[in-house]
């Protein structure tokens, strides 16, 4: 039996890719794919996805070539399949199995079996998705959102807090970075631009104040998003 090497991702970026809703035109249970699995129109598409069924909770996916030949077939998270999430296998183009493996939330994890054309192992690959689990977005699908409004309402809540707080007129602009975890919470809330130290960290003060906020999330998830808020005085 051949021996297969093992090739230790610890820390690799695959991910699925994102898969987005039904193309507009053609066939309405179809999603239109690229050659790189992204959404497209019909006329364009070099793959098509369609359900096929549940499993439990999960929604069963199956990918075909624009040809009619099965390409990949797995289950998914949520009906529109943008989050793939369980065992799944791709296909070589002569119908032989090219890879299977597991995703969770998205992401390839653990190992993964691979082959050529004709059948034969080829090295596995292990992937870690915990490094992924607790990466900083600055532009998620979804962005946090302060409760109590949009960002021209957080910003006048800040000016107000401060103020409020402040026995002298305060001038200038005050820039806050924080991190929005998935909970709602905000860390590492300080002032990396203004004049007035005692200000700044009143400006901080006012920040940790709005928690919780409503996370960011990416495909569905919620993740850590790093927010910069401006304050001019």
Known sequence: MKTLSILLLAATLTTAPALGAY?????ESRQY?????????????????TTAGMDGELYIGKTFTIEGKLKAEGTYRDADMTLPHGEFTFYHPNGRVESKGEYINGNKSGIWL??????????EKIYNPEPLANIIYTRAQTMPQFNGGDDKALVR???S????AS???VRGTYTSSFIVEKDG???EVKVVEGQDEKIGQQVVDAI??????????????PVRVQMRVPVQF
């Open 33 to 49: 794919l690229s050659a790189a699995m992204e959404p497209i129109v019909q006329k364009k598409a070099a793959y098509y996805r």
């Open 114 to 123: 691979r082959y050529d054309a004709w059948g034969e192992p080829l090295a």
């Open 161 to 164: 807090k401060v103020e409020s």
């Open 208 to 221: 940790k104040s709005t928690m919780p906020w409503s996370p960011g999330a990416e495909k569905g998830q």
């Open 167 to 169: 026995d002298k007129r």
């Open 23 to 27: 193309a507009q035109g053609g066939d």
């Open 157 to 159: 809540y800040v000016k």
């Open 185 to 187: 919470s905000l860390t």
